[in-house]
């Protein structure tokens, strides 16, 4: 899930956030634009926050990601310039979620896009506010930045989830434009569904939505592990890992290597 914040008001921005999450209860919540400084606490229960606020005396921007404790998660470092953060969460299967947000004014270099998509672990989803317009994703015409992140999906073979409800409201001009949105790995894209919420919820955003659409009565969350409860001393001794299983270079590999019961 995908949505905007109010650069008003913080706790009204938090109450709006709950709204939502009470509605859909998410594995995640990827905020941009947050207007957020280090002094700055946000809490949800059963939430975590991995967030990137703005600096010095910019007060404009700001990005986090909410993912529910209920679904194992871990933060993903990133060494980019960009307002950019990352986590990888073990939902269906363990994917990288990343949200980011290209201030409309600042001059981005297509090195750092490319930097930030080759930081990212496939199966990966880019969910954020480029404030880039293409024909692509339904805009009139394509500017400059909407050539710059056409030519990330190009270079990068990524899949643009696009739906063509738009998702965002020009208020000085009483327009509606997409500028939001959902970028994936090639693998996701079959099991993706993007929708766009209707109430902007005290923003000029509209929430967008994504979904597994395997099963579309399921809940989003996945089944909850009980860690504490597990029996570790039959788990060892019914588990066969051997040295050669586990010292391997990637951390990734070894863990596949690792029986499952």
């Given at each position: 899930?995908?949505?905007?914040?109010?650069?008003?008001?913080?706790?009204?921005?938090?109450?709006?956030?709950?709204?939502?999450?009470?509605?859909?209860?998410?594995?995640?919540?990827a905020?941009?634009?947050?207007?957020?400084?280090s002094?700055?606490?946000?809490?949800?229960?059963r939430?975590?926050?991995?967030?990137?606020?703005t600096?010095?005396?910019?007060?404009?921007?700001?990005?986090?990601i909410?993912?529910?404790?209920?679904?194992?998660s871990?933060?993903?470092?990133?060494?980019?310039?960009?307002?950019?953060?990352?986590?990888r969460?073990?939902?269906?299967?363990?994917?990288?979620?990343?949200?980011?947000y290209?201030?409309?004014n600042?001059?981005?270099?297509?090195?750092?896009?490319?930097?930030?998509?080759?930081?990212?672990?496939?199966?990966f989803?880019?969910?954020?506010?480029?404030?880039?317009?293409?024909?692509?994703?339904?805009?009139?015409?394509?500017n400059?930045?909407?050539r710059?992140?056409?030519?990330?999906?190009?270079?990068?073979?990524?899949?643009?989830?696009?739906?063509?409800?738009?998702?965002?409201?020009?208020e000085?001009?009483?327009?509606f434009?997409?500028?939001?949105?959902?970028?994936?790995?090639?693998?996701?894209?079959?099991?993706l569904?993007?929708?766009?919420?209707?109430?902007?919820?005290?923003s000029?955003?509209?929430?967008?939505?994504?979904?597994?659409?395997?099963?579309?009565?399921?809940?989003?969350?996945?089944?909850?592990?009980?860690?504490r409860?597990?029996?570790?001393?039959?788990f060892t001794q019914?588990?066969?890992?051997?040295?050669?299983?586990?010292?391997?270079?990637?951390?990734?590999?070894?863990?596949?290597?690792?029986?499952m019961?």
């Amino acid at each position: 899930m995908e949505t905007d914040a109010n650069p008003s008001d913080t706790d009204y921005v938090t109450d709006d956030v709950k709204d939502i999450i009470c509605q859909y209860h998410p594995v995640c919540v990827a905020l941009q634009e947050t207007f957020l400084k280090s002094c700055h606490t946000t809490k949800i229960r059963r939430y975590g926050c991995v967030r990137k606020d703005t600096e010095g005396p910019s007060v404009s921007g700001g990005v986090c990601i909410f993912t529910s404790l209920d679904v194992p998660s871990s933060a993903l470092p990133l060494h980019t310039s960009l307002q950019a953060v990352a986590v990888r969460i073990h939902s269906t299967s363990l994917i990288t979620v990343c949200c980011l947000y290209l201030p409309p004014n600042t001059v981005i270099h297509q090195h750092d896009l490319n930097n930030l998509v080759d930081q990212l672990p496939a199966p990966f989803i880019i969910l954020g506010d480029f404030n880039g317009h293409s024909t692509l994703w339904g805009s009139a015409k394509t500017n400059p930045r909407g050539r710059q992140i056409e030519q990330v999906l190009s270079d990068h073979c990524l899949c643009l989830l696009y739906h063509e409800e738009p998702t965002y409201f020009h208020e000085p001009t009483r327009s509606f434009h997409t500028i939001d949105l959902a970028i994936c790995s090639p693998s996701l894209l079959p099991h993706l569904n993007l929708s766009v919420e209707k109430d902007l919820y005290n923003s000029d955003h509209f929430p967008v939505i994504l979904s597994h659409n395997s099963d579309p009565g399921a809940k989003p969350f996945p089944p909850t592990y009980y860690y504490r409860r597990a029996d570790w001393a039959l788990f060892t001794q019914l588990a066969v890992i051997t040295d050669a299983m586990v010292k391997t270079e990637s951390v990734n590999t070894a863990v596949q290597e690792v029986p499952m019961f």
